[in-house]
Nanobody, 115 residues
Framework: QVQLVESGGGLVQPGGSQRLSCVLSGSNLDLYGVGWYRQAPGKQRELVAT???????NYADFVKGRFTISRDNVKNTSYLQMNSLKPEDTAVYYC?????????WGQGTQVTVSS
């Protein structure tokens, strides 16, 4: 059974940094594309960044130049490095792994940007 577990969320001050991790179990991460999404209260879930098995990356305009997605297939882990955080980045962050018609979601980790 494939499972994803995110970690690394918490409270951070505006302008600060945070690194989120997403660990996949039950399979090999190198078989999957990985995406990070977020959902703020009262808003729809939105795409933040994706990374394919060939390391092609894609970012939402609102995080370009601030966030970096990466993956370590040996550790079965994807990372989202978030710099220059803003209060509007406050949300629950989710990771998703997909392969062909299958997709798996983690339970999410809360990131709160506030002074």
């Amino acid at each position: 059974q494939v499972q994803l577990v995110e970690s690394g969320g918490g409270l951070v001050q505006p302008g600060g940094s945070q690194r989120l991790s997403c660990v996949l179990s039950g399979s090999n991460l190198d078989l999957y594309g990985v995406g990070w999404y977020r959902q703020a209260p009262g808003k729809q879930r939105e795409l933040v960044a994706t990374i394919t098995g060939t390391l092609n990356t894609n970012y939402a305009d609102f995080v370009k130049g601030r966030f970096t997605i990466s993956r370590d297939n040996v550790k079965n882990t994807s990372y989202l490095q978030m710099n220059s955080l803003k209060p509007e980045d406050t949300a629950v962050y989710y990771c998703k792994a997909w392969r062909r018609t299958y997709e798996y979601w983690g339970q999410g980790t809360q990131v709160t940007v506030s002074s």
